[in-house]
């Protein structure tokens, strides 16, 4: 590690920028668990109807395993994003649906899939020149 | 699995929609790829900083592992999100920088974090009672 090399000076930058460090940590715990590839497919099912069950989200975000589908409801529900019902119906059903919080998230979100839409082509683009630059 | 149970209906959402099947698993691809915790935390390491070294990105990234730090920076290259310099001085230095897609990715991700920012008291009230329940 070059740790004598001091760190080249900030700039002007599109990131807010808290300044307390307690409040910094505390931002970076949470985006690192709301930066999440299921955690946002999941939201983006869950935005697109009103309440769902368990089956139905497997459904919605291929790929995802039962297990993985099972840890990622219930720290939304522990992080207030999700709603988790029980109701009392023979076989038991249990609904998930957004709270106002979960909402908001995906709404910020939406950012992030308009970007992923509109720059699907340069990302293509770039992926198939790095990889002819790496064959060679 | 209740595949016999149809899916609830869809309904007005905030979320784009490509309706192109083709163009919305690309998406879903490109989103797995980039929402991702260190691909974010990278991202706001050099949109703070115009240039950085590798030793430079991993003290400003707390917690990543040199391993996941190579891989990462070596996908968002891939992906066009950063520029790599190797410069001929002894010892080598190379530089990465964020290219203007990655600078577009960082600006989108900016609601995030905002999000986070100001949720932060609501997600840790959500937490404390989701652990409260859970111990009785």
């Known amino acids: 590690m070059a740790k004598s090399v001091p760190l080249p000076p900030t700039r002007q930058k599109p990131w807010p920028d808290a300044g307390d460090p307690r409040v910094d940590a505390l931002v970076t715990d949470v985006i690192g668990r709301v930066a999440d590839k299921w955690t946002m497919l999941i939201l983006e099912a869950?935005?697109?109807?009103?309440?769902?069950?368990?089956?139905?989200?497997?459904?919605?975000?291929p790929g995802i395993s039962q297990k993985m589908l099972t840890q990622t409801l219930r720290q939304m529900e522990?992080?207030?994003?999700?709603?988790?019902?029980v109701h009392a119906v023979i076989p038991p059903r249990v609904d998930y649906r957004l709270t106002d919080l979960g909402e908001t998230l995906g709404a910020a979100f939406c950012s992030v899939w308009l970007w992923a839409e509109a720059n699907l082509e340069r990302i293509e683009t770039a992926r198939a020149?790095?990889?002819?630059?790496?064959?060679?």
Not at 78 to 85: E, I, N, Q, S, W
Not at 129 to 136: G, P, V
């Open 78 to 85: 522990r992080d207030g994003l999700v709603d988790r019902t």
């Open 129 to 136: 020149t790095f990889d002819s630059r790496a064959a060679i």
């Open 46 to 61: 869950l935005a697109e109807h009103e309440h769902l069950r368990f089956t139905h989200i497997a459904k919605l975000v």
